[in-house]
């Protein structure tokens, strides 16, 4: 059984910090682009960030440059996303994605994820 769980989630004032955290289990993602999307009621899902088996290429949305930071640990299966500086426009549901395909340019796509995890609320207030 293939499972991405996120954690982490919570509800902070502007200019706060968040650590998420995704723990993967039924196999392993080292070889595995992995992502973070966010999906706010009434809007399309979007992608946040995306790093590399490596660790090497990390890929971030513009509206969260300098502000959030994606890493990985593949001894731990596991991917994180530190956000910093949070503002309320990132108030959303944060689901952490992966994938064994190489995708390129469609790293940015959601469609393009094999495996998903449930999604963790992040609320932020002003």
């Known amino acids: 059984q293939v499972q991405l769980v996120e954690s982490g989630g919570g509800s902070v004032q502007a200019g706060g910090s968040l650590r998420l955290s995704c723990a993967a289990s039924?196999?392993?993602?080292?070889?595995?682009?992995m992502a973070w999307f966010r999906q706010a009621p009434g809007k399309e899902r979007e992608f946040v960030a995306a790093?590399?088996?490596?660790?090497?290429?990390?890929y971030y949305a513009d509206s969260v440059k300098g502000r959030f930071t994606i890493s990985r640990d593949n001894a731990k299966n596991a991917v994180y996303l530190q956000m910093n500086g949070l503002k309320p426009e990132d108030t959303a549901v944060y689901f952490c994605?992966?994938?064994?395909?190489?995708?390129?340019?469609?790293?940015?796509?959601?469609?393009?994820?094999?495996?998903w995890g449930q999604g963790t609320q992040v609320t932020v207030s002003s």
């Open positions: 790093i590399t088996w490596s660790g090497a290429g990390t």
């Open positions: 039924g196999r392993t993602f080292g070889s595995d682009v």
């Open positions: 994605a992966a994938t064994p395909r190489h995708l390129g340019p469609r790293r940015y796509e959601p469609n393009e994820y094999e495996y």
